[in-house]
């Protein structure tokens, strides 16, 4: 991910070169070339979604100088690139912040083992029930009808029956290393808090939205304490899509790999227009519709 990019852009040499020097290791080289194993590996995955994701805020920019934005926010480890691009929080730290933070949750994973499963078309007060009864969390609100819950694999063996016993449409298990945003994250949680007391974070230039409440932070100490209680709490995406849409924001551009908040939004509020980059095709798109 993000290799054309790199090969067209200076910016993104520069800012990949810089990732390497940052974390002492060929970040570039797994993001361009994996392997896949590697690469999903969640203490690889983290700063390479991270910083794949402000590459193409760098190359947006390269190609808009005089881009404006108002409001920003991500999707789980995507708050730390929100943070970013809002200058609250450093490129540098934001790397090491997710390297450490991807390490803890393998950690927490390795401990007891976990997953998740995205649960399609289900009433949301039925599927908490399933979730009290099977002893499991809901991990993700990502958009009307798609709620992903994370706990035990045993127990989430159980959830997954019970949606599907009591009305879901599809319950789909997802290949992933851990519960992650559940309860089974706490190790990670208690290793992550006392290095994040020692970042510097500053107050946001732009309106920046969190995963844990649906809204901004009011204080740097305030975001501080919401990126440690993300780690076990859900995402709740859909509501902060649905807040920045009732301030009137009307477009939206998703920044890195791949297009799934672009076709959450769709669910969320069809209304909208929703640009996206990813690569040099998305990009060149992006920019067209920006331009006009």
């Known amino acids: 991910m993000g290799r054309d990019l790199w090969e067209r852009f200076e910016c993104c040499r520069s800012r990949y070169s810089r990732a390497n ?14 392997p896949e194993t590697l690469l999903t590996q969640t203490d690889n995955a983290q700063p390479a979604i991270y910083l794949t994701s ?36 450093s490129f540098e730290d934001g ?75 599809r319950v789909i298990p997802l290949q992933v290393a851990g519960a992650y945003h559940s309860r089974l994250m706490g190790l990670a949680q208690e290793k992550l808090a006392p290095i994040l007391e020692q970042v510097t974070l500053r107050q946001p230039t732009v309106t920046v939205v969190h995963n844990v409440t649906a ?9 501080r304490q919401l990126l440690v209680r993300q780690v076990t709490s859900p995402v709740r995406w859909a509501d902060s899509m649905r807040w920045l849409i009732e301030q009137r924001y009307t477009r939206f551009i998703e920044l890195g790999p791949g297009n799934v908040l672009s076709g959450l939004m769709k669910r969320i509020n069809k209304d909208v227009e929703v640009l996206n980059v990813a690569d040099c095709a998305s990009l060149e798109a992006t920019v067209a519709r920006l331009r006009v």
């Open 21 to 34: 020097a940052v974390l002492g290791r060929d970040i570039q080289s797994i993001c361009f070339s994996g």
């Open 54 to 89: 402000i590459v193409c805020l760098d190359v947006l920019r390269a190609q808009l100088p005089r881009l404006d934005f108002a409001a920003a926010a991500g999707l789980s480890l995507g708050e730390f690139a929100a943070l970013t691009a809002a200058e609250a929080l």
């Open 95 to 169: 790397l090491r912040l997710l390297q450490q933070r991807g390490r803890f949750m393998q950690e927490a994973s390795d401990a007891i083992r976990g997953s998740m499963a995205s649960v399609i078309g289900m009433d949301d007060a039925a599927l908490a029930e399933v979730c009290r009864e099977a002893d499991v969390d809901i991990a993700n609100l990502n958009c009307p009808g798609q709620t992903v819950i994370s706990g035990a694999e045993e127990k989430l063996a159980r959830a997954i029956e019970l949606a599907r016993l009591r009305g879901a449409k």
């Open 215 to 223: 809204r901004p932070a009011t204080t740097v100490e305030e975001i």
